[in-house]
Nanobody, 127 residues
Framework: QVHKMESGGGSVQAGGSLRLSCAAPGDTYSSNCMGWFRQAPGKEREGVASIYTGGGSTSYADSVKGRFTISEDNAKNTMYLQMNSLQPEDTGMYYC????????????????????WGQGTQVTVSS
């Protein structure tokens, strides 16, 4: 049930854009930090971006900085990932999940804080 709310994936050509949505259940979205993670076949899961749900500060993996934007609508318990200038290396299954917080700076890491993953949404980028 939890982490099965991802949507918005699809197939696009390099340079295209997609917007992913995550309608997170309350017990998931109650975390101070929520993030987007992705996994390509044969590769380890990696953090993409995270957002501090209480204040909106964001963190990004180096590979997506300047191209992806994470945002949230707290009233709707919904998180988004706007992906621009997509490249083939962005291909993978994308998941939303809690992320660990840096409690000193009140910012979010891109390290997953869960052992459970939903179905995700597939993003495929062709060259």
């Amino acid at each position: 049930q939890v982490h099965k709310m991802e949507s918005g994936g699809g197939s696009v050509q390099a340079g295209g854009s997609l917007r992913l949505s995550c309608a997170a259940p309350g017990d998931t979205y109650s975390s101070n930090c929520m993030g987007w993670f992705r996994q390509a076949p044969g590769k380890e899961r990696e953090g993409v971006a995270s957002i501090y749900t209480g204040g909106g500060s964001t963190s990004y993996a180096d590979s997506v900085k300047g191209r992806f934007t994470i945002s949230e609508d707290n009233a709707k318990n919904t998180m988004y990932l706007q992906m621009n200038s997509l490249q083939p290396e962005d291909t993978g299954m994308y998941y939303c999940a809690p992320a660990y917080e840096d409690t000193q700076s009140l910012s979010c890491t891109v390290v997953a804080a869960t052992d459970y993953w939903g179905q995700g949404t597939q993003v495929t980028v062709s060259s």
